[in-house]
């Protein structure tokens, strides 16, 4: 049975850093694509951030140069460090994967439908 966790979310202020972890299980870790997913209240889960199975990553323009993706293969586990956090990210944050093939070596954030397994949420609020 295939299985992401988050944790890491919690309460922080603006400006403060946060890093989210998200473990896989029951998954062909070799071939997943992992993303990260945000959704704020009255709002839709928007992409944020992901890394490919060979490490290529991709970013939403609003986190670049403040929220870096990594992931530890030995581990099954990827990372989201988020620094200099703003009120607006506050949201439920969420870890997708789908499997893909050899020859895929990028990720994409642009739709959530590409992703087939979701973690349960974890969420982040940064006060002002």
């Known amino acids: 049975q295939s299985q992401l966790v988050e944790s890491g979310g919690g309460l922080v202020q603006s400006g403060g850093s946060l890093r989210l972890s998200c473990v896989a299980s029951?998954?062909?870790?070799?071939?997943?694509?992992i993303a990260w997913f945000r959704q704020a209240p009255g709002k839709e889960r928007e992409g944020v951030s992901c890394i490919s199975r060979t490490g290529t990553t991709t970013y939403a323009d609003s986190v670049k140069g403040r929220f870096i993706i990594s992931r530890d293969n030995a581990k099954n586990t990827v990372y989201l460090q988020m620094d200099s956090l703003k009120p607006e990210a506050t949201a439920v944050y969420y870890c997708?994967?789908?499997?893909?093939?050899?020859?895929?070596?990028?990720?994409?954030?642009?739709?959530?439908?590409?992703?087939?397994?979701w973690g349960q949420g974890t969420q982040v609020t940064v006060s002002s």
């Open positions: 029951g998954v062909a870790w070799d071939l997943a694509n």
């Open positions: 997708a994967l789908r499997h893909v093939s050899l020859l895929v070596n990028e990720c994409v954030i642009d739709d959530t439908e590409d992703y087939n397994y």
